[in-house]
């Protein structure tokens, strides 16, 4: 999870940075948070860019830009980014839902009051646009479900073929799958390769054709198995696209 920090005050980003990370630590092991921290609106405005962020905190009173004017800045580049305000007082409460706030913390809150926000943030995040995480080199990256096209193993290596790139993991593939194999448009094609089946084309003889043009081999002792499972996954999905 990406989690910008906006204030001006050191103590207080430092506070706020030590609350995130004790909640993965506590909450959620087997995910990590990366968080980036800036002194002023003008500073996070310089570096940021659409999707760059899930989750932006950010306080009212700050100098040259305060965090109203910031959040506006920010709702012209992203309209999908969690935005949390943190104030000393509650007077611009109103006014953040203009600009479409998640929450608005009232400076100082404990770890309590920060747990219960937070947990609803993640919980937003997720249902928002599914995503997994993985380790690639020494660093934690988000891969959003809808982008991935099929997943193999090689050398012990994860390889999750998206849209855009190729990403590798060092994992068991048994521990990758626990986690992707929840989602329903996940399936077992062959032993260590998992297709999206939302990204599949077309089923061509016993492959699947995959929407960049590769074809994935399906096992032939789950042929008739993998084939009713797509078959029913598909009349599912177009029953959800009608209603």
């Known amino acids: 999870m990406r989690i910008a920090i906006v204030d001006d005050l050191l103590a ?8 995130i990370q004790h909640y ?5 092991p087997l995910h990590t948070a990366q968080i980036t ?8 405005l310089s570096a940021f860019h659409k999707g760059l962020f899930d989750v932006i905190f950010l306080d009212i009173f700050m100098p040259e830009m305060d965090g109203m004017e910031t959040a506006r800045k920010i709702r012209e580049i992203d309209s999908h980014c969690l935005l949390i305000f943190s104030s000393v007082s509650s007077a611009h409460a109103v ?3 203009g600009v479409r706030a998640f929450h608005y913390l009232l400076k100082p809150y404990d770890y309590e009051r920060f747990r219960e926000v937070f947990t609803l943030c993640r919980q937003s995040v997720v249902l928002q646009d599914p995503f997994i995480e993985v380790k690639e080199s020494r660093i934690q990256v988000k891969v959003l479900l809808r982008e991935i096209i099929y997943v193999d193993y090689s050398n012990h290596y994860i390889q999750i073929h998206t849209r855009s790139r190729l990403v590798k993991s060092y994992m068991p593939f048994r521990a990758f799958a626990d986690m992707l194999l929840v989602y329903p448009q996940f399936l077992y094609c062959y032993r260590n390769c998992i297709v999206n089946m939302d990204a599949v084309d077309n089923m061509i003889e016993k492959d699947f054709l995959m929407c960049n043009g590769e074809r994935i081999p ?10 009713q499972r797509f078959s029913d996954y598909t009349f599912e999905k177009l029953g959800r696209g009608s209603g």
């Open 218 to 227: 399906i096992a032939r002792k789950n042929w008739i198995a993998v084939k």
């Open 24 to 28: 993965f630590d506590a909450e959620e």
């Open 95 to 97: 006014e953040s839902f």
């Open 37 to 44: 921290s800036f002194k002023s609106g003008t500073a996070f």
């Open 12 to 19: 207080d980003r430092q506070l706020l940075a030590g609350y």
